[in-house]
């Protein structure tokens, strides 16, 4: 493709957090911003909980990082051809310990960080997901981080009028949604078009069982 992304970097910010040999203070320096509003004594104790390193342990190691990386650098490309001025954004992998799972990315448009939580993609049916809807479970597995992360970007560029706020209008919304997402991703590399298929079907079927609850009660 002419003239392709930036180099996607990718940064796994828990491992750096789970390194007992890396001081607490140097890894505030590396990323200033992690810590937000939590203590130096509970952050501390975090980094040494072992429930914790255990979940995210077992949430990197279903994490192809090589093949993430050149996922999004194609997904990027393709997103580029639409946008000329789009940048690559800074890649960080991070683990919530399963407190984000049901929203697992977002992106960071001022620093232009795209954050991505590994415990939200540890595979349909993990025992940590107990007890989680299987209708969400069915996206949570490391082939479905692109796709999400093209409708995080192509919910970015079509945006919402605060003037069409019908039903009608959220349908219309979505589905230039759905349509922008799938240009961006329908040549990442490695997945077939039945697998593209599959996973736009498995989106949009997430986006119908929440319109069902939301206005037919079922």
Request: with cysteine.
């Amino acid at each position: 493709m002419k003239n392709p992304a930036e180099k996607v970097d990718i940064t796994d910010i828990s491992k750096r957090f789970y390194d007992a040999n890396v001081p607490l203070d140097q890894f505030k320096t590396e990323f200033p911003w992690f810590q937000g509003t939590v203590s130096d004594a509970d952050f501390s104790k975090r980094r040494a909980d072992q429930e914790e390193i255990k979940i995210y342990k077992e949430a990197i190691g279903k994490i192809d990082e090589k093949k993430l990386q050149a996922d999004l650098q194609d997904l990027f490309s393709h997103i580029k051809y639409y946008f000329p001025s789009f940048k690559s954004p800074k890649v960080y992998l991070f683990s919530s310990a399963l407190q984000m799972v049901q929203d697992p990315i977002f992106y960071d448009a001022k620093g232009n960080l795209l954050f991505i939580d590994v415990t939200g993609f540890m595979g349909e049916g993990n025992a940590n997901y107990k007890g989680l809807e299987m209708y969400f479970q069915k996206s949570m597995n490391p082939n479905n981080i692109v796709p999400k992360v093209a409708q995080i970007y192509a919910e970015g560029f079509v945006k919402e009028s605060p003037d069409h706020q019908k039903f009608i209008d959220m349908i219309i919304l979505n589905g230039k949604i759905m349509i922008l997402k799938d240009a961006f991703f329908a040549y990442v590399s490695g997945l077939s078009e039945n697998e593209l298929y599959t996973e736009t079907i498995r989106m949009g079927s997430i986006q119908r069982s929440q319109y069902l609850e939301l206005f037919c009660g079922e």
